[in-house]
């Protein structure tokens, strides 16, 4: 409760952001953003890169030049990544000096902003106009005042000019950091006041930058967020040649019907609310009043329902002070990632200024949330609303007498919460200690692992459970919890059924199929048909990205290390860096442009045909520096992907390796990883069309898990073990054909996917299959595991991370419950679109005994009438 306490403390000095005040340099003219958080579409030279954009700086040859002239219908942009959300207040801008030796600058540019790096915004200024006046000469700094703000991580500038020039750019960003958390609102669309020997009052959300569909506004922020409260007369504003009214969104109890304004809100994690401040206007000689009351639902994930228990509170009214003020609204630390708000109203018209909120970022959910209501409110408890919704021009003395003993609360608060600091710390480093050196428990079954409190106030739905075995599978007696080391015993080869072909799909009902699963029994097609390698019969690769991608038999690989590489060796001099896609332990993936790879290849290039644009490719690159064992790593994987030749798995086209740095050259998916292909989109509908809003259909998703299916059956055919399927690791051409890679370890952009192990490894654990967990064991089984949370990713349309409500450690407990198979495990909720079979299906693969989970041809054979040819 002190670190709370000392939270609240803090949020109440800067609860509402100032932008007048919000105008701290965030790093770039003295090193804070980092040059990996710096990017840029295109270079000159190297000496010009996107690291030398730095205000005031004259590093490399002085700022960041894009490659060429400037077309005026060029895009060219330098991207910062500002690592968190940022209310950015100013931009600054110079050229190019460079000791004197240059002259290139910007006269004008543009704003691209994004707050999750998936979509992003044009910003436009409050009349609407988006190009931003740059400088005049290459050494004075011009300093630009954005009006709206931006809330934002990520930033783009982009270069704008009228004729063919050269131009180039250092840049610094003001602001301050956006505690909030809020990443968008949604609100009924403002109104129209009009009454006679008035003005005519526009009270609508004018730089929203979400979306308007009918007459809601949805997926942004706004006027709400922008640090500017609005005046005691609404027809007054801060800003100059605006409308009246401008200041507010305004809705009338006459237009809305029900008597309240619902407005939804999202937020970027999971926080523990403590209270919300609804900046009001209260100009009742006009109709308008503050809300006498409002009810907040809150959801700890976007897709789950809303609790059914709100949070009530009635607002004590004033009639004599016309005054607009803050209404602080408790919020009784309930932990959401969602809220929906009901205002409701207390006169004709309600009008908000501004909307904040006080959380804590960790959010530690409450066992019975208490309902807040004040509709009988004792004299104390009046006191305290009125203070808070009232403002009051002259405290006087009592603040003075006051500020003593509040100053002396802060300072114990805060020895007490340091002396807290200091034991949780060591606590944990004898925790950790404990547990390096002491031996792996021997779990038994009557042995219970509980997930922590908050797993008491987590709603999942949970589908029947597979059924059990009558006897526990004595391979699974000794459970080592996450240790590599351990070595689970091998399944004798001439133990195991062949394979069938019998399974058979039926049609759809409702103009899909769902996929029919009731045929594919345990003796036809489930898993027993694929060998179950243990960990002896398996090599694992490093490979450039330090994982272990395409564990293999080890006789493959042995065979595989005398044979020669079957494809051909590239002219290094031809691959001209674009730029990194990621990094892992034992070297980088770039982005290429490969000169005249196509008539390398040949008459059996698996590239689509040419229509003039350059070949692009990722080069997987070893480093120098890497180890024997990584090199040796690097070159069997290079002899095993050479034989990959499927047209769902990811293609090794050439080889780099007469010398070093050791080099493989693959296909380049030009729209990315599955998983932020489908975040942009949403489900086909008519609302979509009309808008034009990126969209995928039912038939989409199954064609897209057929394909998955497919390129994964071709893997299990050779007994290859991937470890790593998810959408992070299934990329898309240009024609939506899906192929399976290993990339998705490699990209800090999803590394919070991955639990990293104090010393050993990095695993996907929320795909990962229990026994993987636990016993370290990886076969084509786990695989299944992992392609039933791809298949549930997909029908979310990748919005939300598997388990998003437990921790990694509650991942892990988790994978405990399903060893015991005593009911109490913890399964993935049906998404809302997913066909009911299809989730039947997931519910398979994520059975406890891998002899229940179907086999990738069996998976390949219900989900295969909807591959489209």
């Not at 958390?181 to 003005?199: C, F, K, N, R, W």
């Not at 959300?205 to 979400?210: A, E, I, K, N, V």
């Not at 029919?516 to 990205?545: K, M, N, R, W």
Request: contains cysteine; negative net charge; aromatic residues 10%.
């Amino acid at each position: 409760m002190l670190l709370y306490l000392l939270l609240v403390l803090q949020t109440k000095a800067n609860a509402q952001i100032d932008p007048a005040h919000c105008r701290y340099p965030l790093g770039m003219e003295d090193g804070r953003i980092k040059d990996t958080d710096i990017s840029a579409s295109s270079q000159w030279y190297e000496t010009t890169g996107p690291q030398f954009a730095r205000l005031n700086r004259e590093e490399g040859d002085g700022a960041w030049c894009p490659a060429g002239p400037l077309e005026p219908a060029d895009v060219q942009y330098l991207q910062l990544d500002l690592r968190q959300l940022t209310f950015v207040t100013v931009v600054g801008t110079q050229g190019r000096y460079a000791r004197s030796s240059g002259n290139e600058f910007a006269r004008m540019y543009r704003l691209d902003y994004s707050r999750d790096g998936r979509v992003w915004i044009s910003w436009t200024n409050r009349l609407g106009k988006k190009i931003i006046e740059g400088n005049d000469n290459a050494y004075t700094s011009v300093i630009k005042d954005l009006h709206p703000p931006v809330i934002a991580r990520y930033l783009r500038i982009i270069p704008v000019t009228a004729i063919c020039t050269t131009v180039c750019m250092r840049v610094e960003l003001y602001g301050c950091p956006w505690t909030d958390g809020l990443i968008a609102y949604s609100t009924p669309e403002g109104q129209i006041l009009s009454s006679p020997g008035h003005p005519i009052a526009t009270l609508n959300d004018s730089t929203y930058d979400g979306v308007l569909e009918r007459r809601r506004l949805s997926g942004g922020l706004g006027q709400l967020t922008d640090g500017v409260t609005g005046q005691d007369d609404f027809l007054q504003t801060h800003q100059y040649n605006v409308w009246p009214g401008y200041d507010y969104v305004g809705w009338s109890n006459d237009s809305l019907g029900p008597g309240y304004v619902e407005v939804e809100f999202v937020f970027d994690r999971m926080r523990n609310f403590t209270s919300m401040k609804v900046h009001s206007n209260n100009m009742f000689s006009r109709g308008v009043k503050i809300f006498s009351s409002v009810s907040c639902w809150f959801k700890p994930r976007l897709i789950a329902d809303w609790e059914a228990e709100p949070v009530e509170f009635h607002t004590v009214l004033d009639d004599r002070n016309p005054s607009a003020r803050y209404v602080t609204v408790p919020l009784g630390w309930r932990t959401a990632k969602g809220l929906r708000c009901r205002f409701f109203f207390a006169d004709v018209w309600m009008m908000f200024s501004e909307i904040s909120f006080r959380s804590v970022n960790s959010a530690i959910p409450t066992q019975s949330p208490p309902v807040i209501t004040s509709s009988h409110p004792t004299e104390d408890s009046s006191m305290r609303t009125t203070l808070d919704t009232v403002t009051t021009p002259n405290k006087g003395a009592s603040t003075d007498d006051n500020s003593t003993s509040i100053l002396i609360g802060c300072l114990v608060t805060i020895i007490l919460l340091l002396v807290v600091i200091i034991f949780l710390i060591l606590w944990c480093q004898y925790v950790c200690k404990v547990l390096e050196k002491a031996p792996r428990r021997i779990l038994k079954e009557e042995q219970t692992v509980r997930l922590s409190s908050s797993s008491d106030t987590i709603v999942l739905q949970s589908p029947p459970v597979p059924p059990r075995v009558s006897q526990m599978d004595p391979h699974y007696e000794r459970v080592f919890l996450l240790d590599p080391q351990y070595q689970g015993p091998a399944v004798p080869r001439n133990n195991l059924p062949e394979l069938s072909q019998s399974a058979e799909a039926s049609g759809f009902g409702g103009g899909y199929a769902e996929p029919d699963v009731t045929q594919c029994t345990p003796h036809q097609c489930f898993q027993s048909s694929v060998p179950h390698y243990a960990e002896t019969d398996i090599v694992s690769l490093q490979g450039v990205t330090g994982s272990n991608m395409y564990a293999v038999p080890a006789v493959t690989v042995d065979s595989l290390t005398r044979k020669d590489i079957s494809v051909g060796e590239f002219p290094r001099h031809r691959l001209h860096f674009r730029e990194k896609l990621g990094e892992g332990q034992f070297g980088e993936v770039h982005l290429c442009e490969a000169e005249g790879l196509l008539e390398f290849l040949g008459e059996n290039t698996p590239l689509p045909e040419w229509d003039g644009r350059p070949v692009l490719v990722a080069v997987k690159q070893l480093r120098p520096d890497a180890t024997n064992n990584a090199r040796n790593d690097f070159l069997k994987e290079i002899k095993i992907m050479s034989r990959l030749k499927d047209p769902n798995i990811i293609r090794l086209l050439c080889v780099c390796v007469s010398s070093d740095p050791l080099c493989m050259v693959t296909e380049y998916m030009e729209n990315g990883d599955l998983n932020m292909f489908l975040s942009q989109r949403e489900m086909e509908s008519t609302l979509t069309h009309a808008n034009n809003i990126p969209s995928v259909s039912m038939s989409d998703l199954l064609h897209m898990s057929a394909q998955i299916s497919s390129g994964m059956r071709y893997l299990a055919s050779l007994n290859f073990v991937h470890r790593d399927l998810a959408t992070r690791n299934c990329l898309l051409d240009r024609r939506l054909t899906i192929k399976i890679a290993d990339f998705g370890m490699s990209r800090n952009l999803y590394s919070s996917d991955y639990y990293r192990i104090q010393g050993r490894a990095v695993l996907p654990i929320r795909w990962m299959a229990w026994e993987s967990i636990l016993l370290g064991k990886f076969t084509t089984a786990s695989d299944v595991w992992a392609f039933g949370v791809t298949l549930w990713e997909i029908f979310t349309l990748c919005k939300e991370q598997p388990y998003s409500l437990l921790t990694d450690e509650q991942v892990i407990e988790n994978s405990g419950e399903f060893f015991r198979s005593q009911g109490r495990q913890i399964f993935l909720s049906a998404p809302p679109p997913c066909p009911p079979s299809l989730f039947e299906l997931m519910m398979r693969c994520w059975s406890r005994d891998i002899s229940n989970r179907p086999s990738f041809n069996c998976l390949y054979q219900a989900l295969r009438p909807h591959v489209t040819h």
